[in-house]
């Protein structure tokens, strides 16, 4: 073995940087730890609710690993409105925003392998907005952002027919539960629009529309009369045909003209007919009169009158 001689002046210092430097590398170089290449994958494209189902909101680590222990927080919008926490191996509902308690339900069946979903049930339309879940732990921190949607089809509408109005018939709709605000459109037989006459859509204690809507029908919209009422956000529709016979609408049968104008002349006929019965029934009960005090007339002065002789018949 061959000593050699080693000067102190040779050895040069070692700046404090590099050493921060080297220590940083040999940890990102720990067996098992996530590094700066992990994501955090929820999402990709905005989800739709309908009113009242259930919705997922699933989240994964990229590449898998082990998200046991780690810290995951499902949050609205920003990381302090929790909608559900994850938190050392148990679930803290303490933690959860007032809104979404006793509404929401954690899958972690492959939580060891980085992969966890988060259900919420009984959807309102208030839920509607951006969602996000958080991954953390001592080394690394990662989140995703994405959109919920909600929509509602509403009821099946009533229509009804209101009477005639303004030279036309008024016919009046009503529905609700509709989210978000529908649109409604009456059109006539040829697909022509109808402007309403009336229309109202209103937020009800649910958060939902209420609409009502009437339209007049006049001469030049007869046949059929049709109603829709869209939910843009679902494509989806409820529409309504309504058959209207041309003799309900006014000034649209080509008899009414005839009808009015000799409507008169048969007023005055049935005048003259009823007077001409109501005199004659006032002299036949003159006539009956006057031959009762007749009768009790000669009553008083003892004039008997022979029974009425009947003939009998004639034998042959």
């Not at 009046?172 to 109808?194: A, E, F, N």
Request: proline share 7%.
């Amino acid at each position: 073995m061959v000593d050699l001689p080693v000067s102190l002046d040779s050895l040069k210092p070692v700046s404090l940087t590099s050493s921060l430097v080297f220590l940083m590398h040999l940890l990102l170089l720990q067996p098992g730890e996530p590094s700066s290449e992990v994501e955090v994958l929820g999402p990709e494209h905005p989800i739709l609710a309908l009113v009242g189902e259930e919705v997922e909101f699933p989240c994964h680590l990229w590449p898998q690993l082990d998200a046991q222990q780690m810290e995951i927080c499902w949050f609205r919008s920003h990381t302090l409105n929790v909608v559900h926490l994850y938190q050392e191996q148990q679930e803290l509902p303490g933690r959860q925003m007032q809104a979404f308690r006793n509404r929401t339900k954690l899958v972690k069946d492959d939580i060891a392998y980085g992969s966890v979903v988060l259900q919420l049930h009984s959807i309102v339309p208030s839920d509607k907005g951006i969602y996000g879940c958080r991954f953390h732990s001592d080394n690394f921190s990662g989140e995703a952002l994405w959109e919920l949607e909600v929509a509602a089809l509403g009821s099946d509408p009533h229509l009804s027919l209101e009477g005639f109005k303004e030279g036309g018939i008024q016919l009046r709709l009503r529905s609700s539960g509709w989210y978000p605000k529908p649109k409604v459109q009456w059109r006539d037989h040829q697909g022509q629009c109808l402007p309403p006459e009336f229309e109202a859509i209103v937020w009800d204690a649910q958060g939902l529309f209420s609409l009502e809507t009437s339209v007049v029908v006049r001469e030049g919209a007869l046949s059929n009369v049709s109603v829709s009422i869209q939910n843009l956000l679902l494509s989806q529709k409820k529409e309504f045909v309504v058959q209207i016979a041309d003799v309900f609408v006014p000034g649209a049968s080509p008899w009414k003209s005839a009808f009015v104008a000799t409507l008169p002349p048969l007023l005055l006929v049935l005048a003259a007919l009823a007077l001409g019965v109501l005199q004659k029934q006032r002299r036949s009960r003159e006539k009956l009169r006057k031959q009762e005090e007749k009768r009790q007339g000669e009553r008083g002065q003892g004039v008997l009158h022979p029974p009425a002789q009947v003939p009998k018949p004639a034998v042959i």
